[in-house]
Structure formats: structure tokens, C-alpha cells
């Protein structure tokens, strides 16, 4: 020990690392407790985020354009197409269809989206979501074939040449049927197709309406999307169906809206049964130390101070287990990412804020209630009848 | 000795209290003032009240009434309340030595005085009771004499005013109680020491007795 500029020993022989240090033993059941919980509760956690970081990586294509379609018609009339170029925010627009790519996510499945754009209107589409072609070659006009950024191609199995939808099994809900030609990478998770295909009359491709995509002025995208959804028939009724970055926003949030209550009380629940058990755990290690507390008390030490002492000492077993658990959470969630999520073009977030945070209550109620527990049987003790017991 | 020298001063002091559904006094009407550098023997039978006395004197059991001085000002409220004044003036050595197990001679006697100047004064004393070389000991390594001889170091730390010592040489054979009674005697000299015991040959070391019966003052 050595004194402090004040004159004050350190380290203090009260100090909750010197308990530590030589209590090894005793210290290791509440640190695993810790640990566990906290490891099992990132591992829980962290996986949710797949949800939101999936369905984001799939609307990423779409959100960097703006979808029209009609909302009270099939299919645009030439009175809609003129009231739509009138947007004063608009750059261009091009007619497009787009069918869904089953996709699996963690739990259930998701959907990518297959657009079909013409020809001529490829290169602009492509330069806006941020997609290249790396292998392979684009469709060929008229004819089945489909482009497909790797994440879905490695998520689905499929390899060059392969052939998927309805026709090809029963079970896949794209229409039609599509031949794999060609691999793209970039930001934006999406497939493309030939409109020309896409649009035969006989086809079953044909049901699916065709919609406009937006591109807005540079910088103009607020007004472009607010002129597009302000657009109304003589009744003041909307009549198109708008799809932008807010909105699929909007519906990722509506779709996990329940999730945060549910992982709150998950969290809640399990840090209230840790608090008890670290605290009836405490209590069992408080009942072996009367005589050390009975003696402190004797040899003037206020409760106040020995309860700070102990809670001092419990929050370091606890933030000790916190610290491993959460070590060992994130390295299995990583694991867990790496090995089995991104192989099925799954994608989550590590680390993740959330189960950090959230887990925090765990070591943080632990000590609250351990404390207060312990608190409550040193107020009630009386050191002269610890030393009469023990002189006895 | 005048009053300016008291250290420590029971007026009338009596002790009452409930034991399961028996009612008990432990202690009437005691008066006792102790000055500085006086020792003050209180004997007696078993049940006498000695250790509740000594209680008292501490702050440790807050007397039923009666008032206890300690340098002159009340010690007011029990165990706690009176802690702080405890911990700086009062030093207690108990029959049992009390040591906390996981920390070492040197860290017991400075737990509650973690001060660099009570450090050095548990050096000096370390050497002068003969355990300088255990200070870096844990209690479980310890005999019997040196657990109570730490106690002592502890009891000594903070440089007290008083010395509340009960049955310090109880479960000692004669040598080593001998040995710790004059450890005690001689670093008690700048304070007022009282000591609870039943063992007479010790009374050579005191100044005075008190004899207490059924927690009655009774004359010598």
C-alpha cells in the first residue's frame, strides 16, 4: 500500500479489487452468471437486426427511385402520363414492371425485387442504384433471362444458367420463369429482366401492372415525391400509389414496430431474475461475512459506507461478467454472421447498440437490488451482538 | 487529575433491554470517569456487566439513561451515529481478535484508518509488539498470540483517546496474555484505557478497579 498525495492509502484496504483479487473463487459463480446472461441476451438480441438490415439492403434498390403506380385505374392513361409530366421536379421516367425474388431471411423469408426495364433505359436505371454487371451478360431482348446481384445468387444456390420461378417450381411465387445470366454487385440487392419479355400478352408476366419509375432532379427529390403523392382526381381522392424512401421506411418500421417491446421485456425479464438471483447469491456471501461487517461496524465504519462497499463490490463481479459476456456474445453473434447468416444473404448488424445497452441493465439491476437487499440486513445488524456471539 | 484530562465520563449511565420476552438491566446508575493515560480495571462475575459498560463507553449500545462523555461532548445515538467518533478516538480490542480473514495484518489495522500516518504509527508498533514480520501476513497464519496482537495493532491505529479492551487475554495462555496485557499497557500510556476482565493478575497493570455485580457498582 502507498499514500496518495491527500495522505490516503492505496489502495484502500475497503477496496472492491482487493475483495476481488483474493476472492477469486467466491467472485466466479456471479461473474458467470453475469457472463451467460449478458452473452445469451447479445445472442438473442443481435440477430432481430437482420430483419431491418435485410429488408433495408432490398428497398435500397427501389429507394433510390421513386415507384408511381395507379391507384384507381390498371394501368396509366394518357391523361395520368400528362398529369405525371407535369411534375416540375421530374427528370425522366421510364415505364417499368417488377415481380419479387424470394429471399430467405432469419427467420421466414423476404423478397428482393426483379425489375424489368427496356433496353434502352438500363444503363440510367442501373447508374442510379448504384449496380454494375460482373459476369455474365445483360438479357437479351425477348427473352427470359435475368441479371442478379451476387447476394441473391449466393443466397439462392443458384449459379449461371440456372432457371427459377412458378414454372420451374410450383413453390416459387415469381411468375413465370427466369434463367440466371449474369451477376451484379453494387449496393442496391435487386435483379433485372427484359420488359419486352416481361410484357408479352400471352404471358403471365402480363397480369403483374406496369408502373413508372421517377427519377427526380438532382436535388429535387422531396418535391418530385410531394408532387406525386399531392396528385388527386375532381374528389380530392389520391391517385397514385407512390413508393420512395420514406415510405419504405415507414413500412420496415411498421413491420418490426412490436420488436423493441418485445426485446424490452425480454431484457426486463431476464435482468429482474438475475437481480434476484445475484442478489439471494449476495445475501448467502453477506451471511458469511458477518463477523467482517459486525467488526467494521464495531470499529467505527457507518453502514452507509460498508453498503457502498458491497456495491462496489457487486458492481464489479457484475460489470466483470458483463464485460466477458459481452465478449463472448459479440464473438459468437459474429461467428454466427459470418459462417451461417451472410452464405443465405442475410445480413446483420455487429455490433449492435440495442443488446449492448439493453444488457447493461443486467450488471446495473443486479447491483440496485443486491445492494438494497443488503443494505436493508446491515441497517438491522448489531455488532455488539456479532462480538458477544463470537466471544461467547 | 483534573477534568480537562477526562476522557472519557459515564454519568449515572443504565442499560435496559428486551431479550425474547425477558426484560434485562444490564447496567445501573454507573458513574465512572476515566482520564488520560489512567488504566481502569472493571471485574467481575460473568453477567456482571462489564462488556455492556464497555459497550456504552464506546457508543456502541446508547444507554437507557445516563449520559457518556467522550472528550467532554455526549455521545449521542447508537452504533452508527456514533461511528466517526469511534473510528478516530476509540480503539476496541475484543477477546476474539476479529480479524478479516482475506486481508493481511497491515490492511486490518488500517481499514478504518487507511491514513499514510497511521501506516507509519503500525510500523512502529509492529515492531515494538513483535509482529513487524507478519504484516504482510493473512490471519489464518497466525497463532493465537499474534491474531491478539494484531488486534491490538488495529486497536492502536488510529492513535485513540481511549482503549476499550474486553477480556483481551481470555483465550491466551498466561505468557502470551501477559505479553499483550503489557503491550497494551505500554501503548496506552497518552490514553485512557479501560479494560473489562476476569483475570486478576492483570489488576497489577491498572490503576484502579471498578467492581461491577448484577451491573451494579459494588465497593472494592
Redesign the interface.
Known sequence: ?T?SSS???RP???SAW??LR??PRQAAPLVAIQALVTALLVMIITPTNAFRATSEAYAEALARVTIASPLRQFAFDDDLLARLDANPGQAERVEAKMFWLKMPMIVGQGFAPLIAVPDDARDAFLERVGARLVEGHWPRPGTDDAVLHDSLITARGFRLGDAFGRLEDPADPTPGRFVVVGRLEGSARLGIVDHAYASRPASVLARTPPFQLVYAKAGREAESDAYLRDLVDDEGRSLLHVVDRAYLAERIDESLANLPVLLGFITAAVALVVALVTSLLAVVAFQARV??F??????????RTLVRKLARETALVATLGWAIGLGIGLTSVTLYRDLVLEPKGILMQVPDMRPILLSLLVPTLSTVVASFVIARRLRGM???SV??R??A | MTDAETVIEARGVGLSYRDGQRHVTALHDIDLAVARGERVALVGPSGSGK?SLL?VL?G??RPTHGDVLLLGRSLVGG??AT??????H?G?L???P?L????TV???A???V????A?ERVEALAVSIGIAHLLDERPHRLSGGERQRAGLL?ALAAGPDLILA??PTASLDHATGRAVLDALAAHARDAALVVATHDLSMLDAVHRVLRLADGRQTPG
Open positions: 500500500m499514500a495522505g490516503v492509502l484502500s484496504p475497503l482487493l475483495w483474493r476472492h463477523d467482517e459486525g467488526l467494521q461496524l464495531a470499529v467505527g465504519h457507518r453502514v448489531d455488532p455488539v462480538i458477544q463470537r466471544g | 462488556s459497550f464506546g456502541l449500545r452504533a452508527d461511528a466517526d467518533v469511534r473510528r478516530r476509540v476496541f475484543f477477546q476474539e476479529f478479516v480473514p482475506y486481508l497491515r490492511e486490518n488500517l481499514a478504518h487507511p491514513t499514510a500516518e501506516s488495529r474486553d477480556e
